[in-house]
């Protein structure tokens, strides 16, 4: 994973947004008179703060599954979407693939499902599915043409989201098909889906991943 991943590189813009320009506003900081910044561009710096820590955490995470025959592409860009990144994308030793995105939310609330509905205490984040799956199509459709004179069936993705500090309900669940699990049961769930291994196939589907996932940050590495 690179040192500054792109949800790191967006806080440290906005922070930088905030900072004066300009000799008077720099020497007017100098002194101590800086404008405010808004509550609203704090909490949104925060978020990103957030995301770009639960990022190095479940890469940390995951690191040791490169010894076990696994391929990491870390930060990448999603086919046919401009601003959408795939944290993780995983190929299994089998050559299933999983896109995993990670989350850091406070630990102060349960997330669950009500009603069919991703919440995390009271508040609503239905949007956090719906990103995922429309990640997670346009990687199959990119990935299933990259892999066309391979073919061996249809390729699926398996979208996860790894949660960090806040509890999971029941220990993890599946919604709309993306399965949502507690940070520290991520690698048991990658291993329990990994499938019998197929070294030749997953190297192929990697190299194809590859290909379809450039780089969404400038300098990140595999």
Known sequence: MSVK???QARADSLRAAQRPTGF??????LFGFTPPVSAEDEAE???WDAGAEGERRTAEMLRILGDEGWYGLYDRQVPGADVANCDFFLVAPSGRVF????KLWSRDFVVHVSN???????????RVISSVLFETCQIER??????????RGRISVTPLIAMHNAPVAGGGFTLDGVRVVPADRLLMVLRSLAGAPDPAWAAIVAAAADRVLPRYVEGGCR
């Open 45 to 47: 710096i925060r978020r």
């Open 99 to 102: 896109a995993t995105d990670a």
């Open 5 to 7: 991943n792109s949800a």
């Open 24 to 29: 008077w506003a720099r020497l007017k900081a």
């Open 142 to 151: 990119a990935l299933q043409e990259e892999l066309r004179t391979h073919w």
């Open 116 to 126: 069919g509905r991703l919440f995390h205490g009271e508040l609503h984040y239905g």
